[in-house]
C-alpha cells in the first residue's frame, strides 16, 4: 500500500510540472519559446532539430538567448527562481501562482483569482476591473470579494490591485492592520484619485475633517503610507529586455483578411524514437523514460501553444473588421471571454495566449492586448472604447482657444454631447495617458508661441 501510494503521488507530481510547464509555454512569446527550445535541446537526449529555423538570429537576440539560458542552468533553488525570470511579467504571475499551492483555497474561488493573476500588466495592476474579470466567467460579487482577501495575502503586498491607491490600501491593511483610520484615508484618497501623496494643506484639513480626526493624525497616516510601494511589481521589470517580434500577420487580400502565423525564429522538432529503445534496456531505464516523456511533453505543449494562437488570432480578426478596414479607432471593445467562447477555450488560456504576443497588419505592429480595450459607458447605450475616447479627447483638444483651453470638467461636458458617459477624473486619466499637459500647462505654452 505504501509504495502504490508513493507512486501515486510521484506521478501526480509530474502531472502538475507537466501542466505547470504548459501553461508556462502559452505565455511565452517566440524569443522566449526558442531560448526553451534551445536549452531542451541541450538537455535531452530524445529532442532532435529536423530542420533549422527560417529566420537566422541576430547577435542581439543569441545574446538575450544565452542569457535566458544562464539563469536556467544555475544552481539550486537560485535556477527555479530565475527560470521564473524569463524576459516578461510572467514571472510575476508564475511566482504569484506558485504561492497559491501553499494556501488553503476554496475551489470555486481559484478560478477567480489564478485569472485576475494572468490578468496582471507590467506594474502588476490588472489590465481589468476585477469586477468585469469576475463577471465574464460568472463569479458572484460576494466571492469575488473572498477571493481579493486571499490575493492581498500575496507577496510582493499590493499586486494584482486595479490602481496605485487600491494597492496601497491592501498593503496598509496587511502592514497596519489595526490602523482603520489610515485605511480609510486611502479609499478617500482613490476615490478622490490623488496622484501624489504630497497632498496641499487644504486636502489634507479636508481628510481630517471628513475624518473627524486632527490634521497631525493625517500627517502620521500620510508618513506610514510613504513606507509602502505604489508599484510592488518594479523588481520584476526589466524593459531593456523587451522584445518586440509579430507572430500574427493580418494580411489584406481580396477584401479579406488572410493570416499567417509565423514562427519563423523556431526549429521544428521530432523525437528519437531509436534512441529511447536503446535506453528501455539500460538499467536507468525509468530515468531515461521520464526525459523521453517530458520530450513528448514539450513537444505537445509547444504545438497547443501555436494551434491556439493561430484560434484566437483568427477571432480577433472575426471580432474586429472595422480595425482592419479602417483603422485603430475603430477597435471594437470585447472581453477575454468573448473570444474564449468562439475558440472554444478556457478563458484564462485565452489570457495567457494574447500575453506579450505581437501581430503585424496595414496599420502597424500591435500588441495582441489592444484588441481588448476597457469598455466605457455611453450616453445612448452603445458600446465605446478606450480608443475612441483618447482620439475623442485629441480632437477636443486641437479645437479649443489658445487663450482659454478647456479644462477636464468642460472635455467631459462636451464628450457627454458625442455620447461618452464620463466624469472629469476618468478625462484627466486618458489625457495624461496620451501625454496631453494639463490646461493650464497649454495655456502657457501657448502664450510662450505668440
Given at each position: ?160 490591485a486595479e490602481n496605485v491607491w487600491q494597492s496601497l490600501e491592501w498593503q496598509s491593511i496587511i502592514k497596519y492592520p489595526e490602523e482603520t483610520i489610515l485605511h480609510d484615508i486611502l479609499r478617500l484618497l482613490r476615490l478622490l484619485d490623488k496622484s501624489s501623496i504630497s497632498l496641499t494643506d487644504e486636502v489634507r484639513k479636508n481628510l481630517a475633517d ?241
Amino acid at each position: 500500500m505504501g509504495l502504490k501510494n508513493s507512486l501515486n503521488i510521484v506521478q501526480k507530481q509530474r502531472l502538475h510540472l507537466t501542466i505547470q510547464q504548459g501553461l508556462k509555454i502559452l505565455g511565452l512569446n517566440q524569443l522566449e519559446l526558442r531560448a526553451k527550445i534551445d536549452s531542451a535541446i541541450a538537455e535531452n537526449p530524445f529532442l532532435e532539430e529536423t530542420k533549422p529555423a527560417k529566420e537566422k538570429l541576430s547577435e542581439e537576440l543569441k545574446s538575450k538567448i544565452r542569457e535566458y539560458n544562464k539563469n536556467i542552468h544555475a544552481d539550486g533553488q537560485k535556477a527555479e527562481f530565475l527560470d521564473s525570470l524569463v524576459l516578461s511579467n510572467s514571472s510575476l504571475q508564475e511566482l504569484l501562482n506558485n504561492q497559491l499551492l501553499e494556501m488553503n483555497i476554496p475551489k470555486e474561488l481559484t478560478g477567480i483569482i489564478r485569472l485576475i493573476i494572468s490578468s496582471i500588466d507590467k506594474r502588476g495592476f490588472v489590465s481589468i476591473p476585477h469586477a468585469e474579470l469576475a463577471n465574464s466567467i460568472g463569479v458572484s460579487p460576494l466571492k469575488l470579494k473572498k477571493a481579493i482577501k486571499f490575493l492581498m495575502q500575496l507577496e510582493p503586498s499590493g499586486v494584482c490591485a486595479e490602481n496605485v491607491w487600491q494597492s496601497l490600501e491592501w498593503q496598509s491593511i496587511i502592514k497596519y492592520p489595526e490602523e482603520t483610520i489610515l485605511h480609510d484615508i486611502l479609499r478617500l484618497l482613490r476615490l478622490l484619485d490623488k496622484s501624489s501623496i504630497s497632498l496641499t494643506d487644504e486636502v489634507r484639513k479636508n481628510l481630517a475633517d471628513i475624518l473627524h480626526i486632527s490634521p497631525n493624525t493625517v500627517d502620521q497616516a500620510l508618513e506610514k503610507i510613504r513606507t509602502l510601494d505604489p508599484f510592488p511589481a518594479r523588481d520584476f521589470q526589466n524593459e531593456e529586455e523587451t522584445f518586440i517580434y509579430p507572430e500574427i500577420f493580418y494580411i489584406e487580400k481580396n477584401n479579406k483578411i488572410e493570416i499567417k502565423v509565423k514562427q519563423n525564429l523556431l526549429p521544428e522538432l521530432s523525437l528519437n524514437e531509436t534512441l529511447i529503445e536503446q535506453f528501455r534496456k539500460n538499467k536507468k531505464k525509468e530515468e531515461w523514460e521520464e526525459k523521453y516523456q517530458d520530450a513528448q511533453n514539450l513537444l505537445k505543449s509547444i504545438a497547443y501553444r501555436n494551434n491556439s494562437l493561430e484560434k484566437v488570432a483568427q477571432a480577433i480578426a472575426f471580432k474586429q473588421p472595422d480595425f482592419f478596414q479602417e483603422g485603430p479607432s475603430k477597435v471594437f471593445p470585447m472581453n477575454l471571454s468573448d473570444i474564449a467562447d468562439i475558440v472554444n477555450l478556457h478563458i484564462s488560456t485565452v489570457s495567457r495566449i494574447v500575453m506579450n504576443k505581437y501581430c503585424e497588419c496595414k496599420w502597424g505592429i500591435f500588441p495582441l492586448k489592444f484588441f481588448f480595450p476597457y469598455k466605457l459607458k455611453s450616453t445612448d447605450g452603445s458600446i465605446k472604447s478606450s480608443v475612441e475616447l483618447k482620439e475623442a479627447i485629441l480632437n477636443k483638444i486641437q479645437t479649443e482657444s489658445a487663450g482659454n483651453p478647456f479644462s477636464d470638467h468642460e472635455i467631459a461636458e462636451l464628450l457627454k454631447e458625442d455620447g461618452f458617459d464620463i466624469q472629469r477624473r476618468t478625462v484627466a486619466k486618458y489625457r495624461k495617458i496620451i501625454k496631453i499637459p494639463s490646461s493650464r500647462s497649454r495655456k502657457k505654452e501657448k502664450n510662450a508661441k505668440f
